[in-house]
């Protein structure tokens, strides 16, 4: 059974702060790791894609890969209050489809 | 620009009737994917297409839900009989992994409520 777990939150960071969102996934032999941002009301918008280890960079979003480990994360720089959303977590095992994690929910306070 | 559409974005209907909703994919995109969205559940994937084929329907209630796609640019879910523990959000989702990767893209969701 694939499993993707997430902290359901809330977590609240001051405006300015880094948010750190973490994520495990229960099989080792995974491939490919995804970050989705979900407004209340909205559709899972895709923002970050890791597929090896490290870390990836884009904007103010650094995503972060320890397959070792089994573990992957979203670190939010300069944390705004329009971030505030669920960050869904989904990992892609081979060729099947996309297994989401429940999401945390993030705050920003301003 | 390139978006999955999916229709209609809100239903409301009565126990027992049949709902059907629509979803036009990515144009050339190769894979097709239905989720429904819950609170307590989380994301959950109901159904799986590639180039139009079924792959995976193992998390769909197989006497009351189907699903199709009857050509490239159209999947349809549909439910009959409805019962009010389907009420969720219906997301479609396309992605194209002609190159090993598959990212998915959602469309805006079918909220369905059953009374």
């Known amino acids: 059974q694939k499993e993707v777990e997430q902290n359901s939150g809330p977590l609240s960071v001051p405006e300015g702060a880094i948010a750190s969102l973490n994520c495990t996934y229960s099989d080792r032999v995974s491939q490919s790791f995804f970050w989705y941002r979900q407004y209340s009301g909205k559709s899972p918008e895709l923002i970050m894609s890791?597929?090896?280890?490290g870390d990836k960079e884009d904007g103010r979003f650094t995503a972060q890969l320890n397959k070792a480990s089994q573990y992957v994360s979203l670190l939010i720089r300069d944390s705004q209050p329009s971030d505030s959303a669920t960050y869904l977590c989904a990992v892609r095992w081979g060729n099947t489809p996309l297994v989401f994690g429940k999401g945390t929910r993030l705050s920003v306070i301003a | 620009d390139a978006r999955v559409t999916q229709t209609p974005r809100d239903k409301v209907t009565e126990m027992g009737q049949e709902v059907t909703m629509r979803c036009q994919p990515i144009?050339?995109?190769?894979?097709v994917f239905w989720y429904r969205q819950t609170m307590m559940q989380g994301l959950e994937l109901l159904a799986y297409f590639r180039n139009r084929a079924p792959l995976d329907d193992s998390g769909m209630p197989k006497d009351r839900f189907s699903a199709e796609m009857p050509d490239a640019t159209l999947a349809t879910l549909k439910i009959q009989p409805s019962e009010p523990r389907d009420s969720a959000v219906y997301f479609c989702?396309?992605?194209?992994?002609?190159?090993?990767?598959?990212?998915?893209?959602f469309g805006q969701g079918t909220r369905l409520t059953v009374v």
């Open positions: 144009l050339g995109h190769n894979t």
């Open positions: 890791i597929y090896s280890n």
């Open positions: 989702a396309s992605g194209s992994d002609g190159t090993g990767v598959t990212e998915a893209f």
